[in-house]
């Protein structure tokens, strides 16, 4: 056994996981329902073939560049961000030569000042993700770069651009006006769930990985799932629907916050991706858990007493591997007090210190599953996407929420469209002046 969840931790028997256990048979049913009906496009990945064919096309054009700028945000971000500092650790290394992925997925002047300031419009390519087409952090920096580039390589821009967006919006219309060339976002595909389509195969192909590896990793923990003849027997052996199971157990045990502790250094951002994945799916109705991001050894400096010791409402997916490198060896001439290390590898000390808090966690009464993988490679990234995308969507089945959309985070887009002078947007607006004119209660400091 390589790749394994280590269920010892999960206090099952505290829990009731056997009422969700027992809804096995109905959420395969649902299952099979809403794959053949292609509403599920992050198991059945039925647009493989032709995202190879497009990556192969692509992959010349893209050899010609230094640097590629990722304009994107959320979904069509986090899982770009999460593999290039996994896999392409390089690009933060002394000396480090190219190519370069930046990703801009805020609305920070500077930041977008300091871009055009220092990146070569003719080495550069832009990479504008948005599966709207139309969502204004994105399409507000690809206004400013797309203008940026036309100064400088006048008809050229073009040449210059990849979209990676859906059927309609903005920017395909964009697209088609101008024929830059364009990768889709597959219908049904959310973007927190898209991380393996063009989202975030145009980024990893850039920096050289291996793509069908993290594809293929996929394919083997989502192919299960996406099944027609997957029946409750079926479901209930898959760990995705165990976590689900587990998941929303702990949420009605109240257990409001999940922790997702990598102590796999270079995967701390595969905890900004699971953050937005369980917090955008299964924040609705006043349920859901807040997912905290972690990692070890960094957090045990940091947020770690907190969790030991704090509100004991915390439950813990503690990511580890095993086989990272031992690293260099500690010196054999080191003070007594350190005689502890000495003549020891670098990599047994974060062994050490994962089964130490793992350990500390769980005395604490920290109820914890340790995903343990039997490498850090690119596959096995694939293995963990599918793993927890599929468990999200379950728990949010579970939770008899809908785990594929996110409708309170329209409010504050629609205010800040208002504030703008967007049109339309009366009650919006209404709203702004009344909260805009109301008396402030306001101190110095
Ligand atoms: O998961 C989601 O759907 C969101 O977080 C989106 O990824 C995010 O809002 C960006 O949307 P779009 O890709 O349409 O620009």
Redesign the pocket.
Known sequence: MTDILDWTGARLTDLDIHTNVGRAGELAKRLTDETSAGNLPFLTMPYLPELRQQLADLKEKLAGFDHMLLL?????ALGARALQEAFFPEQDMPGHEGPWLWIADNVDPGTLEGYMDRLPPEKTVVVT???????I??VGQYFIIREWMEVVLGDRWKDNMVLVT?ESGFLREEAETNGIVTLP?PENL?????VLSAVGMIPALFLGMDVDAILKGAMEVAAPLASPDLDGEGLACHESFRIACWGKALMDAGFAELIFFAYIPLWASFGDWFA?LWA?SLGKEGKGSQPIPAVGVTDQHSVNQMFLDGPRNKACLFLTCPGLPDGPRFPKDLPDKFDYVRGKDFGELIRAEGLGTMMALQKNDVPLVELRLGADSPKLAGKMIALLGAATILTGWLMDINPLD?PA?ELGKRLAKARLGADGLGPEKEDLDAFLSARREIREF
């Open positions: 994107g945000i959320g979904g069509s993700v948005s599966k709207s087409g139309g969502t952090e994105t859906g976002v959310g973007g927190r769930y898209s937005q955008e996110q985070v």
